[in-house]
């Protein structure tokens, strides 16, 4: 292994280095959602192809993270930081004259995978120049540079959409990333494992094609319906690459996923935690926008503006939870956050399509306040929950789990709310409703207009807003119950699992290191 830089300037350009990436990675995601309603009209495209401008990202940088770790290991951690910075500002360029949707999703995916290995690269290269306390503080800098991109993309998005249209989006992606990639050339040197084994190709391969049949069988489901030759050979297709997925995993010496490490229920229950998030916030932040400004025809400004009352407590909270483990347990703390959270959907859900957006900062904020607890203290509580040894296989499961679930729940509401839609415009539009549903659900107001002229916009804003009211409902009974399972389980105190060695301690959550870290998240 080299021998780390000397110069202390040289590492605080690393950290520079890394957290202008991070911050880069979510304008991908918060960018085109904004964008969504003008790529829409320019480009033309159906609902189904619309619905993958996010998850092809989404998929590929799920499933992406730990295979682009392994690489790192085994390659040198620069080479894949800077190779998937490369790849990432190439293909950010590539969107931004993409004239036609496949392209475009065809792009989103590979930027994803860029994404994946550059940030992946990024923090491992990171862990080799910091030592204790000064690493603790440069990850929370990084999740800070992360939380100020979540926060501020949307009206950054909104802003360049209406003053040079939707290809600026990627304007700061580009410049961002270049800068990053400028720093990391000069000041970053290789390291690598000396005992790294290299990629699980396999496990990697089954587990992405799985995701995708997945998330492709419940995004087409809507359109085509659910016992669809097409959807079902999907869903099929999905099971059984999971279950060569299990097989591997299993019969490999490193595998890339520890599934023993499933045997400890807090480790579970842990898992169940970031549930809440991707249910519960991370969809929001797709969907809001098209409804604000695909339906009810706010500016991209406007509804840019509106998502800050929601993402802006990600930016101090986190670093507060932190603190305030010293008083109390980590699972109260996200227990009662995620509690929090649910009132304000619950309330949400109150507010028809067309209210006064005044009145949609108050529950969106507290939505946002409530999710802000548990975001900071989750990866704490991965490893804190597991033998010290398995710390490291336990925060790449927890970070490939959460990233790709995101994913998967992302498509899951969006089909919830692409049903309930139709369910309510079926009396009236007959075998249109679900192709009808679906436009609406996309922001694309005036083409479902188009499948049945004699409807009125009136009926169809109607639809849809009960239909969000719906889905927020079901929202709120999901952050609930894994409040519960959160309470039940995950502030369980140390038990001793059949067949490991008990002998090995779980890793202790220490509160003042939270304090430090409350902010180091590794995705959405």
């Known amino acids: ?107 989103r995916a590979l ?19 910091f030592d204790d306390n000064a690493r603790l503080r440069a990850f929370s800098l990084v999740g800070a540079s992360f939380g100020v991109g979540l926060a501020f993309g949307p009206i950054a998005s909104g802003l360049m959409v209406e003053a040079f249209g939707w290809p600026a989006i990627f304007v700061l992606v580009v410049a961002l990333a270049a800068l990053s990639l400028l720093l990391g050339a000069v000041f970053l040197q290789e390291t690598r494992d000396p005992d790294a084994r290299g990629l699980d190709w396999k496990g990697a391969a089954s587990f992405t094609a799985a995701l995708t049949s997945l998330t492709f069988a419940i995004l087409q489901a ?25 097989r591997i995993e299993r019969s490999v010496a490193r595998p890339m996923l520890d599934l023993t490490l499933f045997r400890y229920p807090r480790f579970v229950g842990v898992q169940l935690l970031a549930a809440a998030p991707a249910y519960g916030f991370v ?40 603190l305030l483990t010293r008083w109390f347990t980590p699972a109260a703390i996200c227990g009662a956050g995620l509690l929090l959270s649910a009132a304000g959907l619950f309330w949400l859900s109150r507010f028809p399509v067309g209210s006064d957006p005044v009145v949609l900062l108050a529950p969106l904020l507290l939505i946002g306040l409530g999710i802000s607890l548990p975001w900071g203290l989750m990866d704490g509580l991965a490893v804190s929950v597991v033998p010290k040894k398995r710390a490291g296989m336990a925060t790449g499961i927890f970070s490939t789990t959460r990233v790709a679930g995101e994913g998967v729940a992302l498509a899951i509401v969006t089909a919830v709310l692409s049903a309930l839609t139709a369910s309510r415009l079926g009396a009236e539009v007959g075998a249109n409703a679900g192709a009808m549903a679906q436009r609406i659900v996309t922001g694309n107001v005036s083409g479902a207009r188009l499948l049945s002229p004699e409807i009125s916009q009136a009926a169809l804003l109607k639809a849809y807003g009960g239909a969000f009211s719906g889905l927020l409902l079901v929202l709120t009974g999901i952050t609930v119950l894994t409040a519960i399972v959160v309470f039940l389980f995950v502030g369980r105190g140390g038990e001793i699992v059949e067949g490991v060695d008990t002998d090995v301690e779980p890793m202790p959550f220490d509160a003042a290191q939270l304090s430090e870290t409350g902010m180091s998240r590794s995705n959405l």
């Open 1 to 107: 292994m080299r021998e780390k830089i000397k110069d202390g300037r040289g590492r605080w350009f690393v950290l520079t280095s890394v957290c202008l990436a991070a911050a880069a990675m979510p304008l991908t995601f918060t960018g085109p959602a904004v964008a969504l309603p003008a790529i829409s009209r320019s480009l033309g495209a159906d609902p189904i192809a619309l619905n993958w401008v996010t998850n092809a990202f989404m998929l590929t940088f799920g499933s992406s993270l730990m295979a682009a770790g392994a690489l790192a290991d085994s390659y040198g951690r620069r080479r894949i930081f800077l190779g998937g910075l490369v790849a990432f500002l190439l293909v950010s360029v590539g969107l931004a004259f993409a004239g036609d949707i496949v392209w475009f999703d065809v792009l």
């Open 111 to 129: 930027q994803g995978v860029g994404a994946a290995a550059a940030f992946s690269g990024g923090m491992a290269s990171l862990a080799q120049e």
């Open 222 to 246: 809507p359109e085509s319906g659910w016992i669809h030759p097409l959807v079902v050979a999907m869903f099929v297709s999905s099971a059984l690459f999971f279950l060569a997925f299990w």
């Open 283 to 322: 969809v929001l932040l797709i969907l809001l926008p098209v409804r604000f400004i695909g339906v009810e025809g706010m500016s991209a400004v406007d509804g840019g503006r509106m998502m800050i009352a929601m993402s802006a407590p990600l930016l101090i909270l986190p670093v507060a939870a932190g």
